[in-house]
T-cell receptor, first 115, second 113 residues
Framework: AQSVTQPDIHITVSEGASLELRCNYS??????LFWYVQSPGQGLQLLLK??????LVQGIKGFEAEFKRSQSSFNLRKPSVHWSDAAEYFC?????????????FGKGTHLIIQP | DSGVTQTPKHLITATGQRVTLRCSPR?????VYWYQQSLDQGLQFLIQ???????AKGNILERFSAQQFPDLHSELNLSSLELGDSALYFC????????????FGPGTRLTVL
């Protein structure tokens, strides 16, 4: 069965500093990969997705992620964080190749921004 | 605003009761997904409907059921409620029946007392 691991439950970063959130997945083939963000009391907003092609994908709000097949990773990065980036971040996988199914989510990483 | 609407926003009920959560997908989306978010289990996929038909099933309990109507809105029915069913229930929609970009609604917070 597929699984997603986000090893960092909490991360604290100073405003203006760079950010990297880790995500590792276990899947039988190359999955579709997603990063979502959840602000307090809100639903999930898609930041970016990887289906195929260029392994470095750009998303909204200045985020990017890199798919590394050899490491089964899809880490999220941002060069300079803003206080408004404080939120819960979820990595998710879904079946590639046209399969019907829901997403499998990691447990999330809570991002705290220090002034 | 994702375009996915969910009602009600909050629901408080007692153990043993039955509730219905409602979801309207984005205009043009044919697939609806239901997810449960709880502190201990995290975000878990429950079930997917595509154009009125059940398409995929996840960790959905037998006490729970869903359906999608001809106008594509969906309802999630939770019965014989237990304390452990207290959670945030999200609906998401996507254009196609296969895995794709999913747009999430704001969720319904269910509290079972």
């Amino acid at each position: 069965a597929q699984s997603v691991t986000q090893p960092d439950i909490h991360i604290t970063v100073s405003e203006g500093a760079s950010l990297e959130l880790r995500c590792n997945y276990s899947y039988g083939a190359t999955p579709y990969l997603f990063w979502y963000v959840q602000s307090p009391g809100q639903g999930l907003q898609l930041l970016l997705k990887y289906f195929s092609g260029d392994t470095l994908v750009q998303g909204i709000k200045g985020f990017e992620a890199e798919f590394k097949r050899s490491q089964s990773s899809f880490n999220l990065r941002k060069p300079s964080v803003h206080w408004s980036d404080a939120a819960e971040y979820f990595c998710a996988v879904g079946p590639a190749g046209g399969g019907a199914d829901g997403l499998t989510f990691g447990k999330g990483t809570h991002l705290i921004i220090q002034p | 605003d994702s375009g996915v609407t969910q009602t009600p926003k909050h629901l408080i009920t007692a153990t043993g009761q039955r509730v219905t959560l409602r979801c309207s997908p984005r205009s043009g989306d044919l697939s609806v997904y239901w997810y449960q978010q709880s502190l201990d289990q995290g975000l878990q996929f429950l079930i997917q409907y595509y154009n009125g038909e059940e398409r995929a099933k996840g960790n959905i309990l037998e006490r729970f059921s869903a359906q999608q109507f001809p106008d594509l809105h969906s309802e999630l029915n939770l019965s014989s409620l237990e304390l452990g069913d207290s959670a945030l229930y999200f609906c998401a929609s996507s254009v196609a029946g296969q895995i794709n970009e999913q747009f999430f609604g704001p969720g319904t917070r269910l509290t079972v007392l």
